[in-house]
Nanobody, 126 residues
Framework: QVQLVESGGGSVQAGGALRLSCTAS????????TAWFRQAPGKGREFVAH????????YYADSVKGRFTISRDSAKNTVYLQMSSLQPEDTAVYYC???????????????????WGQGTQVTVSS
């Protein structure tokens, strides 16, 4: 059974940084496509970042490009989301999601990911 557990969320002031972690059991991240999504209050879930299964190629939403970095530690079977220059509009619940394979053209679609974590809250105050 696959289980994803996010951690690292919290409250920060604008301009601050946080690092989110997603630790997996029942799946090997180095063999799975993994993404971070987020959902702000009253809004739908949106794509944030993706890391390919068998490489370190990464992709980002325009809104976070240059500020967020997704990475993977295969030894710890953990995917990270390093967030810097945080802004109030980054406030959301952040979810990690994974699937054995996601075609490149569909990495921003949440329906492409079969396994999801429970989410971790990030709150950025101005």
């Amino acid at each position: 059974q696959v289980q994803l557990v996010e951690s690292g969320g919290g409250s920060v002031q604008a301009g601050g940084a946080l690092r989110l972690s997603c630790t997996a059991s029942g799946v090997t991240f180095s063999r799975s496509a993994t993404a971070w999504f987020r959902q702000a209050p009253g809004k739908g879930r949106e794509f944030v970042a993706h890391i390919r299964a068998s490489s370190t190629n990464t992709y980002y939403a325009d809104s976070v490009k240059g500020r967020f970095t997704i990475s993977r530690d295969s030894a710890k079977n953990t995917v990270y989301l390093q967030m810097s220059s945080l802004q109030p509009e980054d406030t959301a619940v952040y979810y990690c999601a994974t699937n054995p394979y996601v075609i490149l053209s569909a990495i921003r679609r949440e329906d492409q990911y079969h396994h999801w974590g429970q989410g971790t809250q990030v709150t950025v105050s101005s």
